[in-house]
């Protein structure tokens, strides 16, 4: 809607809103009104009544118009009838109430038609009413809707402020406990890097309709950056991201965190005996289902012998099954592969287009 016209609906809402208190007026106090209106006209008439003469009614209509639109159908139909007497001081034989018979079809079109604009302007007075007092209720609702998502928002960030506190408390005893505990530092840690992203999930939260949701381009992005910052095992890593942008429901994003998590950890652990190198993450979303790609440049899977205790794989592909999806790891051109793919999550809006089909 361009300014011109919002600036003329608050014009005409506001002179609805003026006439609305004239039609809230004590019912003599409108008549008086309208009397006093239609004499005022009758003598303005009577300055003007050279440059009028042959225009008995003309400065009348504007008058029945204004007490119609002021004061409702009663006030219009009094003017008309005010008017009609008055005017009959300005038609031939003239300084007379008398009416001639050549006079009786113009002063009886007259009565009737401002008969008929007084009831005309008092349903348009009721339509345009009624559409403001509409337009005055969507507008309230409007705003009663955004303050709930903002009052919504706000209690997901505290919830969410909470719950990342929390695990970033228990993150920090395990990684405690694992520095304490030689024997089980490596259980410890893994069990910490989990706790943390699950921190990282609970910091990307958002409100989508009636489902909480998670940005998988950002929340990805994040971890990965938090990934390279963590100390995984004996390797420094360089981890890229790069993932299309899906509102993931808060199950599915904890699950991806986890699978990434692991992938990344298992990667810096066994695929770099000399130290160092690159892990890339990948998520990519087509009508079909979506494909997550952890992919390294480290020395691959050699003979396939389970590297470890196995752990790590078995925690992937039950993940990967929470999710409805498959695991799979292979050799690539350098290093390793490993693709989760599963369908599209119902919260993304690809999932209800793949569904349509």
Known sequence: MSRSNRRAIQVVTAALRQARRAYDAPAWLRNLATIG????TALVHYVLRAPLLGHPFLLFFPAIILCGFLFGRGAGLLATVVSVVLALRFVPPLQSFAILREQVFAVTTFALTGAACALVLDALHGAATAAVE????????????????????????????RVRNDLAALAGSLALAARRDPQA???????????????????????AGDEIVVDSADFLTALGRDLEAMP?????????????RLPLPLDAATAVGLIVNELVTNAAKYAFP????????????????????????????GDGAVRGSGM??????????QLGGSFDRRNGPVGTVATVAFPIPAASP????????
């Open 274 to 301: 000399k130290g160092e190198g690159a892990v890339e993450i990948r998520l990519e979303a087509d009508h079909g289902g979506c494909t997550l790609t952890v992919a390294d440049d480290g020395v691959g899977l």
């Open 232 to 244: 995984l095992g004996v390797a420094r890593l360089r981890v890229g991201v790069e993932a299309d």
């Open 37 to 40: 209106i239609v004499v005022a």
């Open 185 to 207: 530092a490596d259980a410890l840690t893994a069990a910490a890097n989990q706790v943390r992203v699950l921190g990282r999930v609970h910091a990307r939260l958002s409100q």
């Open 312 to 321: 790590g794989t078995k925690i992937v592909q039950g993940l990967a099954a």
């Open 134 to 161: 509409r337009e005055r209720a969507l507008t309230r609702s409007v705003e009663d809707l955004a303050a709930s998502e903002r009052q919504k928002q706000r209690l997901l960030d505290e919830l969410g402020h």
């Open 350 to 357: 690809l999932a209800q287009d793949a569904a349509d089909r």
